[in-house]
Every structure is written in C-alpha cells, then in structure tokens.
T-cell receptor, first 129, second 107 residues
C-alpha cells in the first residue's frame, strides 16, 4: 500500500524559496502514475500546484508556473516542490498526492479517469519574517 | 476554461438525500473526481470516473455527470458525512484544477 510523507521547513522568510519533499513508500515512483502537489491556505479551498511523471515531464498551475519547480529523484523514491519568491499568500498546508490514470473501454469508446487516490498527511508552511 | 464552480454550502437533514454539484467546461470532456475533507485532515477520494467508489467508501456515495455538470449524491446522509467536498477534473491543458469546495452540514 503506497504511502506519502511530506517534509520540509515549516517556516520560510518572505522572498525566499519554499522547498518540500514527498517520500513515496510501499511502491515505486517509477510506476505509471503522476505525482502531484496541492496546497490549502488557512480557511480556504484546495489549490492544485502541479505534477510530475517519473520521466521528468511536468504540468504546472498557470497561476504559479513562473515560481514553481517540481522534480523527481528516482534513486530516493521521492519528488520535490520548490516555490520561489514566496509571500504571506503562500502560507498553507501543502499536500503531496498520487494521480492515478485509468483507461476504461466500453461501447466502442475509451474513457480516461483521472483521480488522486493517495494523499500525504500534509505539512504546514508559514511565510513570515 | 479550467474553472470549476461549486455551491459554497449545502445542508441536509439526517437520513435524507443531498446532491452537491460542480460545473465547468472541462466536465464536458473529462470526468470529475470528488474528495471529502474533514477539519484538520487530508482530503479523501470518495468518487472517481463515471461512478466509482474506492474501497472503504460507503455505497451511499454516488456520482453522475451531464453536460458541463458533475454531481455527488449522498443517499441517506449520516452525521459523519458532514465535511467539505471538492470536485477536481483534468482540463484540456493537462491541468487539474479543484472546485472551490462545498461545506456540507447535516442537520
């Protein structure tokens, strides 16, 4: 059973870079999954940050793209998030999640299902001087 | 557009049926997935695809889709279903935006 665990500094200074790592256990990061980062500011909703495939291919939220880098380390079975030029608005609980893609066939049609089925417990990052 | 829209809050009497909706252009092409989040906890997947429940999710949870609207239905809502619910979907650019979330109150 795959488990995810976020880690990283809980406090980052304004204008600095937020760096988090998500360790994957119970499975391989080189499986046919994408690996995602999601955040949730205090009292607000979920925001998708971006995702990475083990090949290194990435997709980023357009609103964060200029500041976000997601990378993968297959040797350590983990992936990471870097968010630069942070402000107080980046204060949030940061989650990592596994994105599963399922293809089903029926009635001559192909359907793609995308869903995040495994989540880490989340880690709180506060941006403050 | 990659935006998904949800009603901010919905209430249901204990044991009754409630539908939570999610609207967005991307839902015409991709199925939504639905997540339940209780205070201080990570989100939990409750519905994905056409109408699929992960192992351990009660069968009172179901999903449906029509046009640009996806729905999560809870038939016979229980006190423990009180939570925030979020929809998510892929868009044509390969992004996975979330809806704004719906706070469900069980009366």
């Amino acid at each position: 059973q795959v488990q995810l665990q976020e880690s990283g500094p809980g406090l980052v200074k304004p204008s600095g870079t937020l760096s988090l790592t998500c360790a994957v256990s119970g499975g391989s990061i080189s499986s046919s999954n994408w690996w995602s980062w999601v955040r949730q500011p205090p009292g607000k909703g979920l925001e998708w940050i971006g995702e990475i495939y083990h090949s290194g291919s990435t997709n980023y939220n357009p609103s964060l793209k200029s500041r976000v880098t997601i990378s993968v380390d297959k040797s350590k079975n983990q992936f990471s998030l870097k968010l630069s030029s942070v402000t107080a608005a980046d204060t949030a609980v940061y989650y990592c999640a596994r994105l599963e893609i399922m293809i089903t066939f029926g009635g001559g049609e192909e359907d793609y299902y995308y869903y995040m089925d495994v989540w880490g417990k989340g880690t709180t990052v506060t941006v403050s001087s | 557009s990659s935006e998904l829209t949800q009603d901010p809050a919905v209430s249901v009497a204990l044991g009754q049926t409630v539908r939570i909706t999610c609207q967005g252009d991307s839902l015409r092409s991709y199925y939504a997935s639905w997540y339940q989040q209780k205070p201080g906890q990570a989100p939990v997947l409750v519905i994905y695809g056409k109408n699929n429940r992960p192992s351990g999710i009660p069968d009172r949870f179901s999903g449906s889709s029509s046009g640009n609207t996806a729905s999560l239905t809870i038939t016979g809502a229980q006190a423990e279903d009180e939570a925030d619910y979020y929809c998510n979907s892929r868009d044509s650019s390969g992004n996975h935006p979330f809806g704004g979330g719906t706070k469900l109150t069980v009366l």
